[in-house]
Nanobody, 122 residues
């Protein structure tokens, strides 16, 4: 299984970005829970959001109400819509997958994608 994230860039505060993550080598994405993480310079990688096979979602407190995770199983793709971006959102964003219908934050993801850089600056 391979994951490829895209959609990062440089935007001013208050703007939006939409990240995409395409999965390959997956026969049926329905049985995978998907997540986004981010790692800011000099900091540990943090969990941002996850979406289960039934489309239920969870968000970290820092992005709740501003970010929206979604998935398109027909396209083997997970998205992260990021609105009202803040300088504190600057980080490398990684998509990840677990081979389980419901994401379990007590376990590390089974698969990681390469990150995409998001920079929020005026």
């Amino acid at each position: 299984v391979q994951l490829q994230a895209s959609g990062g860039g440089l935007v001013p505060p208050g703007n939006s970005l939409r990240l995409s993550c395409a999965l390959s080598g997956v026969n049926n994405l329905d049985y995978h829970a998907l997540a986004w993480f981010r790692q800011a310079p000099g900091k540990e990688r943090d969990w941002v959001s996850c979406i289960n096979s039934a489309d239920s979602t969870l968000y970290s407190d820092s992005v709740e109400g501003r970010f929206t995770i979604s998935r398109d199983n027909a396209k083997n793709t997970v998205y992260l819509q990021m609105d009202k971006l803040e300088p504190e959102d600057t980080a490398i964003y990684y998509c990840a997958a677990q081979t389980t219908p419901f994401y379990d934050r007590t376990y590390a993801p089974d698969y990681w994608g390469r990150g995409t850089q998001v920079t929020v600056s005026s």
